[in-house]
């Protein structure tokens, strides 16, 4: 449900603007109403741009400890020294690592030369013979350089010639002398090793850095976003008599109302408040129960109620599960999926304990819905020794002499109940936001449809006569019919509410068949899964009885282990997104349900991030 919300309107002396906020803040209950457009200011955009550099560093240092960095939060560190260092860390790990291809460039040029003393060279040039380095095409070699210019051949290599010349005084050959770097072969590896040594430490510096004062930055980027909370609710304030007093607007749930009033009189501050309308754009705070309040997610995920909206969420909760658990369609999956949650629920974090409580709950449903359509792990429960009792629940099997699965019309008896209730809430909301005279079609439909359905369902099974059926059908479509061609819009002519109601029964006829035919995906879902796992249960049998008895139950059971587990993994992902789809589209747009609603944010101290 949505918690009743109030309207507060303040009235601040500008020199007590900065401390009243802070006292609003620490409260911790008021929605803030925003109204700043336009550029931000320069403090609001320095801000921003910290928030951004922040971000990314708190990314990059997450990764470089794998996740696991120090839980102590260092005191009298301020993020602009943790920013600078970190820049500095990471420029002296990229300056060696730009050092290094150049070394290792020279390291090759040198490597067809082999190890010498320069200094030899620059000794024999002082006494008067110069060393000159060439490279050359092996076809442009000239055996007479040997004898004219004292040519060695150093090393013939990929069909070049490298080779020296030793001569009294400097030559010009027609090829360019190559052009070497000034530090011998040795020098170079060992300069090689020295880099590669110091970007080592360097990596590990960083790594340490990271590791030591990752929860000290993040805290101080809590901090800034803080900053940026209060500057935002800071600028939301309109001044007012020439910049006297500030004008600010909130929202507050009304079960906070003491103790905001209390506040504000201790405050001496000019207030109003005034309960939301239906017209007001108030935030949405659910309040729901342990239950239900596992799948709000799911309502967030497509956007939150309208103040003058229901909230989705306990109807939702109970079909998604059911939905998920027919796509499972296996008890013996179920029983996975409560282990699971059970293990992970002691593993992970306070904050993901949540998230297991519901894998939990769906594993719950999956085992009750997988028991009732008789399969665990891929066995048939039907054919195997069980209770007779137990089985006189099971949905299996074909419908009476036809060829129609009983579980397909299981499906599609779910759909249209679903859409049934999706019907309903629409002409319920409709005329608590509208009143029931805009509401009329909506009923007409709703009136239509359901009462189809239930005297069609009577005259089957022959509760009611056929002559009480048929004048119940006429009753049922003579009401409805008025409602829905004649008083769609009684503001407009009734002509055209004529035409709007053949346009609407266009659309109600080709949209609502198919969305209950939509829901024969549940049993598709279920059936395909209910296959796999029967496949992955005979071949691991087959290789069992292949291979005999030494190794046939070890590969019997590695496939048994791989293939349902990866039939787990497709049933789980096809079981979340098709509910949600079937939640998303066909509910949701029978329902008329928007989802445009605003989150209650109160404006509140970031919490701090506490010492181990």
């Known amino acids: ?26 409260l911790g209950v008021v929605h803030i109403v925003e109204k700043q ?76 030369w082999g190890d010498f003393d320069w200094q030899l060279l620059d000794s024999l040039s002082k006494a008067g013979w110069y060393v000159q380095f060439y490279s050359c095409l092996e076809k442009e070699y000239d055996e007479q350089w040997g004898e004219l210019y004292n040519a060695v051949r150093i090393q013939e290599k990929g069909g070049h010639v490298y080779f020296v010349t030793v001569t009294p005084e400097r030559i010009s050959l027609d090829i360019e002398p190559v052009r070497l770097p000034s530090s011998s072969l040795s020098d170079l590896r060992g300069k090689k090793t020295d880099i590669e040594a110091q970007i080592e430490q360097a990596t ?16 101080c980027a809590s901090n800034l976003q803080g900053d940026i909370d209060f500057l935002k609710v800071k600028l939301n304030g309109e001044k007012m008599a020439e910049g006297a007093v500030v004008l600010l607007e909130g929202w507050i749930p009304e079960n906070n109302e003491p103790e905001v009033r209390k506040l504000l009189d201790e405050s001496e501050v000019y207030y109003e408040i005034r309960n939301a309308t239906k017209e007001d754009n108030a935030p949405i705070k659910l309040k729901n129960n342990a239950f239900t309040r596992m799948y709000e997610v799911l309502t967030k995920m497509y956007g939150m109620p309208d103040y003058a909206e229901f909230d989705p969420t306990p109807i939702l909760a109970p079909f998604f599960s059911l939905f998920f658990a027919f796509c499972m369609g296996d008890a013996g999956y179920g029983l996975v999926l409560i282990a699971l949650g059970f293990f992970l629920k002691k593993k992970l974090s306070k904050s993901l304990k949540g998230m297991m ?8 449903f999956t085992f009750v819905v997988g028991t009732i359509l008789g399969t665990f792990f891929g066995a048939s429960l039907f054919e195997m020794e069980v209770p007779e009792a137990l089985k006189q629940f099971m949905i299996v099997g074909k419908i009476g002499e036809t060829t129609y699965d009983k579980q397909m019309l299981l499906a599609l008896i779910i759909g249209v109940v679903h859409i049934c209730i999706a019907m309903t809430v629409k002409a319920i909301c409709s005329t608590v936001r509208y009143g029931f005279k805009e509401s009329l079609s909506n009923w007409g439909w709703l009136l239509l449809v359901v009462g189809f359905i ?31 061609y004649l008083l769609n819009n009684i503001h407009r002519n009734v002509f055209i509410n004529i035409g709007a109601g053949v346009w609407d029964t266009y659309n109600m006829a080709t949209g609502l068949m198919g969305d209950i ?12 899964g209910g296959m796999l796992g029967g496949v992955f249960n005979q071949l691991a049998f087959m290789v069992n009885d292949a291979a005999g008895p030494a190794l046939g139950w070890l590969f019997c059971g590695l496939i048994l282990v791989f293939g349902h587990t990866l039939n787990i993994a497709m049933s789980c992902l096809s079981a979340f997104v098709h509910p ?27 919490q701090k991030i506490s010492n181990n």
């Not at 860390?89 to 291809?101: E, F, G, K, R, Y």
């Not at 850095?209 to 000290?216: D, N, P, S």
């Not at 035919?517 to 395909?528: D, E, K, M, P, T």
Request: proline share 2%.
């Open 1 to 26: 449900m949505i918690t009743k919300m109030k309207k507060l309107t303040f009235l601040i002396y500008h020199k007590e603007y900065e401390t009243f906020l802070q006292r609003i803040r620490e």
């Open 37 to 112: 457009c336009g550029e931000l200011d320069e403090d609001m955009q320095r801000f921003v741009q910290k928030r951004a550099l922040y971000k990314t560093m708190l990314a990059e240092m997450y990764r470089l400890v794998d996740g696991q960095p120090d839980d102590k939060i260092l005191k009298d560190t301020d993020a602009d020294t943790l920013v600078r260092t970190y820049e500095e860390l990471q420029s002296h790990v990229q300056n060696l690592n730009m050092q290094l291809p150049l070394v290792e460039k020279e390291i090759s040029q040198m490597e067809v």
């Open 204 to 219: 590990k510096d960083v790594k340490v850095f990271c590791k030591t004062y990752y929860r000290t930055m993040e805290n």
């Open 357 to 364: 409580n519901l894998v939990i709950t769906l594993g719950i």
């Open 454 to 484: 239930c005297t069609g369902g009577l005259s089957f099974f022959e509760v009611i006569s056929e002559d009480v059926s048929t004048w119940a059908f006429i009753i049922i479509g003579g009401i409805s019919a008025i409602g829905i």
């Open 517 to 528: 035919l939509s829901y024969i995906r549940l049993y598709a879902l279920g059936l395909a």
């Open 580 to 606: 949600l789809r079937l939640t998303f589209v066909e509910y949701f747009k029978n329902s008329g349900y928007d989802g445009k609603g605003e989150a209650y944010k109160p404006f509140s101290t970031v």
